[in-house]
């Protein structure tokens, strides 16, 4: 069974940088053909997709985000981590991470990836 565990801050100061980590356990990220995945729910609105990190290490960002995103892995620990920098409050939202594939690409719902994480809760406030 696949779990992946969110891990980081809850309160990140306007115009820092919003790490988050992944932790995977039960598989690896480097197996074929899984796509790493970062979502988020700002509060009161739907999933936005944020980008992956796939199997073979490449990176792909929703260009709305893109300028500000970052996705890398520690295949050794077995995590990917997201970076987005200069926060405003509107990056306000519950962070998730999942595994999906080539079909999940810019998916908005949770139940289109094999697995997601239970979310990580990240305000951004002075």
């Known amino acids: 069974q696949v779990q992946l565990q969110e891990s980081g801050p809850g309160l990140v100061k306007p115009s820092q940088t919003l790490s988050l980590t992944c932790t995977v356990s039960g598989g690896s990220i480097t197996t074929e053909y899984h796509y790493w995945t970062w979502i988020r729910q700002p509060p009161g609105k739907g999933l936005e997709w944020i980008g992956y990190i796939a199997y073979s290490g490449g990176t792909y960002y929703s260009p709305s985000l893109e300028s500000r995103t970052s996705i890398f892995r520690d295949t050794s620990e077995n995590q990917f981590t997201l970076q987005l920098t200069s926060v405003t409050p509107e990056d306000t939202a519950v962070y998730y991470c999942?595994?999906?594939?080539?079909?999940?690409?810019?998916?908005?719902?949770?139940?289109?990836?094999?697995?997601w994480g239970q979310g990580i809760q990240v305000t951004v406030s002075s």
């Open positions: 999942a595994r999906g594939d080539i079909t999940t690409v810019e998916s908005t719902s949770l139940s289109d990836f094999d697995y």
